[in-house]
């Protein structure tokens, strides 16, 4: 009996065992508030709740999220409304799991154009021949500003457009390798402080929109053999949204320890509005800015990328 019993109680282990590791996931994410949810549901324990083993992965472009998620680097990531909408247009399998953020009227005006010392920018036109860096060349940013260039009268080709991280912009901008650089918090508040330059627009805030900035995606095949852990993913998302948005020491907690800021420096803004619930409709504004500037070329069912 002892030995049935033994070898019973190293069956349910072994099981046990291969059940976590079915329930690990990596979740990868810029230095930004925009996967706020996640992190808290990471330092809360909600994951952990909801039967999910998960691991926030740091990474340093947002461009480069579609190719981690299909290399299985990671298994679900925060690209922005941009760079998911191109990576689908151009023939990646993902789908879109939960939302992350939206844009609203708090965290549009933590969005600016960030200038060196040494340059002075007055209005639109001045941005003209000058060397502007981007978290991700059509990712969120990039894009939102060239389409407020474009409002302005202004041509967005007459701007030298390059790839910045994050956390390297305040060594580049004083380094003088690039005149701009396009942040948001509490990028902007570290350089300020640092008296790295001027804050020369705050282009989000003049187009004060209200569609999705980042949300959650997987690869189609990873989501379909995998809907419970999806499932679990969602519950604990929603569960995290509205400590990111209403608990203030939990989410600068949760920010500072992933993005590597000083918590002082993340209370200082409040993060991005978390909303965990993400409809296709919210993405038929981006479709239409990303088409006039070019960036697709095909045409994208949104039915068809947001996982049921």
């Not at 996967?35 to 480069?64: R, T």
Request: some cysteine; charged content about 20%; proline content about 5%.
């Amino acid at each position: 009996m002892n030995r049935l019993m033994a070898t019973a109680v190293l069956a349910a282990m072994s099981f046990a065992s291969a059940a976590n590791a079915q329930t690990r996931i990596q979740i990868g994410c810029t230095a930004t508030t925009d996967c706020a949810s996640a992190m808290i549901a990471v330092d809360e324990g909600i994951f952990k709740k909801h039967g999910l083993d998960a691991e926030m992965i740091l990474i340093g472009i947002n461009s480069n999220i579609p190719a981690a998620i299909l290399s299985n680097s990671i298994q679900i990531g925060g690209p922005t409304s941009t760079v998911f909408l191109q990576a689908v247009d151009g023939g990646l399998d993902l789908v879109a799991v939960a939302g992350a953020t939206i844009m609203n009227p708090v965290s549009n005006a933590n969005i600016t154009a960030f200038v060196r010392n040494g340059l002075t920018i007055k209005e639109p036109k001045d941005f003209v021949g000058k060397k502007v860096g981007a978290p991700g060349l059509g990712a969120f940013l990039h894009v939102l500003f060239v389409k407020w260039l474009v409002e302005k009268g202004v041509d967005p080709k007459s701007v030298n457009f390059v790839e910045v991280t994050f956390p390297t912009m305040a060594d580049i901008i004083k380094s003088g390798g690039v005149d701009v650089v396009l942040a948001a918090e509490p990028f902007i508040s570290r350089m300020t402080n640092a008296g790295l330059g001027t804050v020369g627009a705050r282009y989000a805030a003049e187009l004060n929109r209200t569609e999705p900035v980042i949300f959650y995606a997987a690869s189609r095949e990873w989501a379909e053999k995998n809907p419970e852990i999806v499932k679990k993913f969602r519950a604990a998302i929603a569960e995290a949204a509205p400590i990111v948005n209403n608990d203030r020491e939990k989410s600068a907690a949760a920010i500072a320890k992933f993005t590597k800021q000083s918590i002082d420096l993340v209370k200082a803004s409040p993060p991005n509005q978390s909303e965990p619930v993400l409809k296709s409709e919210q993405l038929a504004w981006w479709i239409d800015i990303m088409s006039s500037q070019k960036m697709l070329q095909g045409t994208i069912d949104l039915n068809k990328v947001m996982l049921k």
